[in-house]
Nanobody, 118 residues
Framework: QVQLVESGGGLVQPGGSLRLSCAAS????????MGWYRQAPGKERELVAD??????NYAEFAKGRFTISRDNAKNAVYLQMSNLKTEDTAVYYC?????????????WGQGTQVTVSS
């Protein structure tokens, strides 16, 4: 089993910043992909950004405003969000692909609400 614990969501005004954190624990030997997704009301879940040892990948709407990073020693991934817009309002989910005992597993966090409003 792999557990993901997210934190850092909240209410912020347009133009503000937030930093999301996600820590993975449990049956983990290694993690190759860590990422953030989001889902707004009435919309499909979409990729925000992900990160591997080879680099970072961002959705177009995230480029220039969001930065993803990871701490391999802590099995953690972060999302620094700046210049937030009302359309960034969504539940943000952490996703991790981990390896343990010959098996790859994809795990999701419980989600953290980000609300951008004046």
């Amino acid at each position: 089993q792999v557990q993901l614990v997210e934190s850092g969501g909240g209410l912020v005004q347009p133009g503000g910043s937030l930093r999301l954190s996600c820590a993975a624990s449990g049956s983990i030997f290694s993690i190759d992909v860590m990422g953030w997704y989001r889902q707004a009301p009435g919309k499909e879940r979409e990729l925000v950004a992900d990160i591997t040892s080879g680099g970072e990948n961002y959705a177009e709407f995230a480029k220039g405003r969001f930065t993803i990073s990871r701490d391999n020693a802590k099995n953690a991934v972060y999302l620094q969000m700046s210049n937030l817009k009302t359309e960034d309002t969504a539940v943000y989910y952490c996703k991790v692909r981990s390896y343990y005992s010959g098996t790859y597993r994809v795990s999701w966090g419980q989600g953290t609400q980000v609300t951008v409003s004046s």
